[in-house]
């Protein structure tokens, strides 16, 4: 892959700005995580799996055995990537659960500026990238639910993405770098890093395809070998990993799949796809709610989710890229469409396209049950044995915070880098650049659709609060206080309109040169304030912490079932304990019946496992075993 210096900006890096700013963003949204006493919320990490002895490190890179349950069972070892790391580094269970998805989200913000610097961008450019990065509602979303995995997963593909884009003498160790940072994101995030790759790869064969250096046969063999040398570093880096993703994800779900009927499959694959008027999250964060507990009308009530039965519905994460990515996203590919000169080079011009083909074609996908693009790669092996299209998602973010870089850079080499105008109020810089004959159709027409666009949401909130009776009563049958969520839906689509008419007017000030030359500084300060207020406002939903102390407190029974653990140990079946165990709420008391006899457990209904055994009060058939 080749870099194109001719219309690069260069200016000074400063490094530092950087972390300095995502991570005082960072420590804002998680400022409880330094309460003592409280962590942050973990689905699929709490703090009472990560505390138990059998995921001790180092001892779990030799394999791990979990015994919490009779004799116990097999789990694969841990493998040496980033979160393993960064559980060395914090030595124990409670400071890895306070810090490890804000940490997640640093590195990823850190990884999106270095790949917009390693592409030449201006440095304000990749600062506003790396806030947008960290702060994406789809990665920081999956991270508070317990899977900052995936956050990373993206990181190491931005990596990746800014190697390859320079060449040099020494242009293959920078492929073999990247396929490191490829195998890395395969080992932190299985099938879906698995998925990610396949956007990285793409890229090098577009990118080589779109250099014009050389014949056509040249650079496709060029992309070929290029592509080659990057799986090659990625497989052996992450055997061990491809490994685990093969024998369970891969292998053990084909085994299961091959005992079901085909529409067992099919629906067991798409149960988590994207509703198509949910795509309105890409913008609007809160029109169809947050969490399943967010309070004040914010619960979920769209329709993500296993079967379409309401009261299996699920978020499925959050979606929202910001309008002003979405806006400079749109920028980019408008800009790389237009006929005369432009601020892309050719191959940049090409890699818009791709990105853009990319980001469209994973929505579709993503779409799953609800669309019949998914069935036309559901036959294919891996794809036939990956759960929940919705995955196709992290590569459309991956692809938009790709495009909102190269639409801000399209804006700072047109217009911010001219030299300054005499100042002039802003109304007579709009005018007399609207009416000159020099002002590009393209831009006036993208102008119109932001008009559009603006005033199409505030008709559509007028007609949707007409609806207003049949929305409450359909929330109403959802199990959900009606009215208040209606009125949130209405609230977050007028802030959309707010944001949407601060980004619009700043892009127009930009464009009619309000901000040229010396000026710049002001654009971009502007820019970035409005791009961390709107991402930080639609980040706080997912951010949940509570207090371990009060939840992982002892009693009697904790002290008499860890006196003799060996003793303690029982086997029973619990169906939906997933269901069970992800609610905060407290109170309530369950009775199961197992195969002994019977376990009754009164505690706290708690978000951590741990309160599942270490609750126990057990009646036994004979209770002299007891």
Request: aromatic residues 12%; proline residues 5%; hydrophobic residues 50%.
């Amino acid at each position: 892959m080749q870099t194109d210096t001719t219309h690069a900006t260069r200016g000074p890096s400063l490094w530092w700005s950087a972390p300095l700013l995502i991570g005082t963003l960072l420590v804002l949204l998680f400022f409880r995580s330094f309460s003592t006493g409280m962590t942050l919320f973990s689905n699929d990490g709490p703090l009472g799996v990560i505390s138990t002895a059998s995921g001790h490190l180092p001892e779990g890179f030799l394999g791990v055995w979990q015994d919490q349950n009779w004799v116990g069972t097999a789990s694969p070892a841990a493998t040496p990537d980033i979160t393993q790391t960064l559980g060395l580094l914090f030595r124990t269970a409670v400071p890895f659960s306070k810090f490890y998805t804000p940490t997640s989200l640093l590195l990823l913000g850190l990884a999106a500026w270095f790949c917009f610097r390693q592409h030449g961008f201006d440095p304000a450019v990749s600062l506003l990238g790396g806030v947008a990065a960290a702060l994406n509602s789809n990665l920081l979303s999956y991270a508070c639910w317990g899977l900052p995995s995936r956050a990373l997963a993206v990181a190491c593909c931005f990596v990746a993405i800014g190697l390859l884009t320079g060449r040099g003498r020494w242009n293959w160790i920078r492929v073999v770098l990247a396929g490191f940072a490829v195998g890395i994101n395969v080992m932190e995030a299985a099938d879906s890093g698995a998925l990610l790759s396949l956007y990285v790869a793409g890229a090098v064969c577009w990118r080589e395809w779109a250099s014009n250096a050389g014949t056509v046969g040249a650079r496709i063999l060029r992309g070929g070998l290029t592509a080659a040398l990057l799986a090659v570093a990625a497989a052996w880096i992450a055997f061990s990993g491809i490994h685990t993703l093969v024998t369970t994800s891969i292998q053990g779900v084909a085994v299961l799949q091959d005992e079901q009927r085909p529409e067992q499959r099919w629906e067991f694959a798409t149960n988590g796809s994207l509703p198509k008027t949910e795509v309105l999250r890409f913008i609007i964060p809160g029109i169809f709610g947050y969490r399943m507990d967010t309070p004040d009308g914010g619960e979920y009530w769209g329709a993500v989710g296993p079967d379409g039965d309401p009261a299996h519905r699920s978020s499925g994460g959050g979606e929202y890229a910001g309008v002003l990515v979405m806006l400079g996203a749109a920028w980019a590919v408008a800009r790389s469409l237009r006929a005369g000169p432009s601020p892309f080079s050719d191959t940049e011009r090409r890699m818009v396209w791709f990105w853009a083909i990319a980001a469209a074609v994973s929505v579709l996908l993503a779409f799953g049950r609800h669309a019949p693009f998914f069935q036309l790669i559901f036959p294919l092996p891996f794809f036939r044995t990956m759960r929940m299209p919705m995955k196709f998602l992290h590569g459309f973010h991956l692809c938009v915070l790709l495009l909102f870089g190269y639409g801000l850079q399209a804006l700072a080499r047109e217009h911010l880098a001219r030299p300054t105008a005499r100042l002039r109020t802003w109304g007579e810089l709009v005018r007399s650049w609207w009416r000159a004959n020099s002002t590009p159709l393209g831009e006036r027409r993208f102008v119109i659709g932001l008009a559009i666009t603006l005033a199409a949401s505030l008709l559509g909130t007028l007609v949707y609060t007409s609806y207003r009776p049949n929305l409450i009563r359909h929330l109403q049958s959802l199990v959900i206080d009606g009215e208040s969520t209606f009125n949130h839906s209405v609230v977050e689509i007028l802030i959309f309109a707010g944001f949407l008419a601060a980004g619009a007017s700043v892009w127009v000030l930009i464009l009619a040169g309000a901000f040229n030359g010396a000026r710049a500084r002001v654009a971009w300060w502007i820019l970035g304030g409005l791009l961390a207020t709107d991402l930080y406002r639609a980040s706080t939903p997912w951010i949940i912490h509570y207090d371990y102390q009060r939840r992982y407190q002892t009693n009697a029974v904790i002290d008499f079932l860890r006196a003799k653990p060996q003793e303690s140990r029982v086997a029973f079946r619990l169906p939906n304990t997933r269901q069970l165990l992800i609610s905060p709420n407290d109170g309530v008391m369950w009775k199961v019946e197992g195969d002994a006899g019977f376990l009754r457990f009164g505690a706290e209904k708690i978000d951590d496992g741990v309160g599942l055994v270490a609750a126990l009060v057990i009646i036994m058939d004979d209770p002299g075993r007891a």
